[in-house]
């Protein structure tokens, strides 16, 4: 039988502060900088979740909303939105916090595909993931598209097989023309 786990037995946050050689000529922390703490945040959600090594497979949709200032707080925060066969769909979202003013501000988030691999380090089954809110749901939900949207985009898998995908866009295609 199959193990499963839910959202929260992953949930990770981390908080580190910007110094100088974190950041550009502008005061603000670089993106590659960033880049990698987003993906050990990610490989700490993904290996708690699969109790396995995991290897980064890709990176989607980073969005950089707002700068992270020399000196400001950075927080990252991840969990799984839906694991696959051997590949789990991790969220990272981040925050900035003004250590004197205490404001936070979001200002990164990117999805992670990670994938397990055994000591012959090959693919190995991660545990199913078990939505237990709305919120949840609609992550694991959303999280399906984006990977079908992936795989279409690679190439592995033909437009018409992508039926979650496809279904969603029509029916969003159809609330747009009303």
């Known amino acids: 039988m199959m193990s499963s786990k839910n959202v929260a037995a992953s949930h990770t946050e981390m908080s580190q502060i910007v110094l100088p050689n974190h950041t550009n000529t502008l005061g603000n922390m670089m993106g590659g900088q960033l880049l990698y703490l987003m993906d050990m945040c990610a490989g700490v959600v993904a290996q708690r979740h699969s109790n396995r090594t995991v290897v980064t497979a890709s990176v989607d949709h980073v969005e950089f909303s707002s700068p992270i ?28 916090e003004n250590p004197r003013t205490g404001r936070k501000t979001a200002s990164n988030r990117a999805f992670y595909t990670m994938v397990a691999i ?34 279409v985009l690679a190439g592995r898998l033909k437009v018409s097989d ?17």
């Not at 400001?72 to 979202?93: K, P, Y």
């Open 69 to 96: 200032k020399l000196g400001d707080i950075v927080t990252l925060a991840g969990h799984v939105n839906r694991s696959f066969r051997s590949s789990m769909e991790v969220e990272i979202n981040v925050w900035a």
């Open 118 to 151: 055994d000591e012959e380090l090959r693919p190995t089954i991660v545990p199913t993931l078990v939505p237990n809110s709305p919120e949840e749901q609609s992550r694991w939900e959303a999280a399906e598209r984006r990977r079908q949207l992936r795989l």
């Open 162 to 178: 992508a039926h979650e995908l496809t279904h969603f866009l029509l029916e969003n295609v159809n609330k747009a023309d009303v």
